[in-house]
């Protein structure tokens, strides 16, 4: 899980997006926003839709690898999320920065729960599919890959392909970083097993650019672009930001010091 780079919707986009958006606010009580949200969504989140086909398109060119989730950044980003759930946040339904490319199994363990951060040690967990009011106040405690840095607060084990909590974390903080863990189940087996898989293969491909920059430095750029098509990109910054810890790693980016900078 990284941040994702962000990417502006070309204006028209933008105008249709706030104009759907409208239909909603315009609505008198919370549940009646919440269930023409539901309605209109479903309605307008098409295949077939222009604007929507738009959407997906860039939402897919902010993924690490080819079109990964930007939670497990291991399965096809085939939906979009709404980082703030549409049935707690109506308001937020067609607004383009709550919008986060995912692979069903994520958006379906993020489901309609939502934990607020109300400060002094206070936290709120949502059940937004029962919600009949508007939410109160807080800061998300689920990491929003589209507005900060999750490297920030999770580390990578690339011995066991485990997420930890930054171990230097004060408590607030690592208890969003835990909260991100098993809400989005990012420490299944499936997930580790691929993790692991990651490294082994950077691993590989960092060997080859080494030996390519000896023997055949006509294909380097290709072995370097390999690398940023390759799923699980934290894994990759992870060797990079952890290099001098593992003598493995340190060795081979002594002789491909450039790759640090990819």
């Keep these: 899980m990284i941040r994702l780079p962000e990417r502006t919707l070309e204006k028209q986009i933008l105008e249709q997006l706030s104009k759907w958006q409208l239909e909603i ?3 008198e009580s919370f549940l009646d926003r919440k269930k023409l949200a539901i309605k209109r969504y479903k309605q307008l989140n098409k295949a077939e839709n222009k604007i929507f086909l738009k959407v997906r398109e860039t939402l897919r060119s902010m993924c690490g690898g ?3 989730c930007a939670y497990c950044e291991d399965s096809h980003a085939t939906s979009i999320d709404h980082f703030r759930p549409k049935t707690c946040y109506p308001e937020l339904t067609f607004v383009w920065e709550n919008y986060v490319p995912a692979c069903p199994s994520c958006n379906q363990n993020k489901g309609d729960g939502f934990a607020l951060d109300q400060g002094s040690e206070s936290t709120i967990e949502l059940d937004c599919r029962k919600q009949t009011e508007a939410p109160p106040q807080g ?7 589209r507005q900060e840095n999750p490297s920030d607060l999770l580390d990578l084990d690339l011995n066991t392909g485990l997420l930890l909590p930054h171990y230097k974390l004060p408590p607030r903080p690592k208890s969003r970083a835990s909260y991100t863990i098993k809400r989005l189940r990012l420490n299944d087996d499936a997930l580790v097993r691929a ?4 490294y082994e293969h950077f691993v590989l491909a960092v060997k080859a650019f080494i ?3 000896q023997h055949h430095t006509e294909t380097l750029k290709q072995t370097s672009d390999a690398i940023h098509r390759s799923s699980h990109p934290m894994v ?3 060797m ?3 290099y001098l810890d593992y003598p ?4 081979l980016f002594r002789k491909a010091p450039e790759l640090l900078d990819i």
């Design 211 to 213: 030996y390519d920059s």
């Design 195 to 198: 993790r692991q898989a990651a």
């Design 139 to 145: 800061s998300p405690v689920l990491i929003d890959p």
């Design 248 to 251: 493995v790693l340190a060795d």
């Design 236 to 238: 990759w910054q992870e």
């Design 66 to 68: 080819i079109e990964r």
């Design 25 to 27: 606010d315009s609505q």
């Design 240 to 242: 990079k930001r952890q």
